[in-house]
């Protein structure tokens, strides 16, 4: 499986130098707080936050509604994750002017890896059920208790969103199954934090595939 990482492009030169390096971030998940954000290249379709019955204004529902379907039936993989992970880019960096994307391997020191998505009230009973399940072992919900059921049943809200739940991969076809059971429920993409991988090794400069400059066409646009 592929993963793409986004850089400010100016600093193309040095990754294709020395590889990927951990960087400091929001994410407290090692004692330094340092990782690296990536996506893997799997196509997750876009989900528009809520329901009909959660907008006060039907036409809002609509607009963001005809937005999903852009989304989903416009874009390649590569272009769906420049919309999430461009913008985060941008939008935690003015200074960045020109995105680049990294397309790099993972080898076995990467793993496990954590990965957080926003779970919604939606979804998350049935996303929990599902988890339960013998067969996904290798998916360890990482907070209350390590007891995602725990959590939603213990959630007074009834519109409630679980953003960032951070989740434990063991393997490649663990992270696969985890994006399949999260489909599988009806969730999916919006904003930029909607669903990301953090690495705690770099990536080394051989594992490396490609850096492709943007165009800057797709995040400027779209999840506004």
Request: proline share 3%; glycine share 4%; with cysteine.
């Amino acid at each position: 499986m592929k993963f793409i990482h986004f850089i400010d492009a100016a600093s193309k030169e040095i990754v294709l130098r020395e590889g990927l390096s951990l960087k400091p971030n929001h994410r407290k998940i090692n004692k330094e707080s340092s990782g690296i954000f990536c996506y893997p290249l799997v196509k997750i379709p876009f989900k528009i936050p809520g329901t009909e019955k959660e907008y006060d204004d039907i036409n809002d529902f609509l607009t963001f509604k005809k937005e999903e379907e852009l989304l989903n039936t416009s874009l390649s993989i590569e272009e769906s994750w420049e919309v999430i992970g461009a913008s985060r880019v941008t939008r935690r960096d003015p200074k960045v002017k020109k995105v680049a994307a990294a397309i790099f391997e993972l080898n076995k020191d990467h793993w496990p890896i954590t990965v957080f998505i926003n779970i919604r009230h939606t979804i998350g009973n049935k996303f929990a059920q599902i988890l339960e399940s013998n067969q996904n072992t290798g998916i360890v919900f990482k907070g209350y208790e390590n007891n995602l059921m725990q959590l939603v049943n213990n959630i007074q809200h009834e519109r409630y969103v679980i953003a960032s739940a951070p989740f434990s991969v063991d393997t490649e076809s663990d992270l696969l199954n985890f994006i399949d059971k999260l489909i599988l429920v009806g969730g999916g993409l919006w904003k930029e934090d909607s669903f990301e991988c953090m690495l705690t090794e770099c990536v080394r400069r051989e594992n490396i595939e490609r850096i492709t400059e943007l165009e800057n066409k797709y995040y400027d646009s779209f999840i506004e």
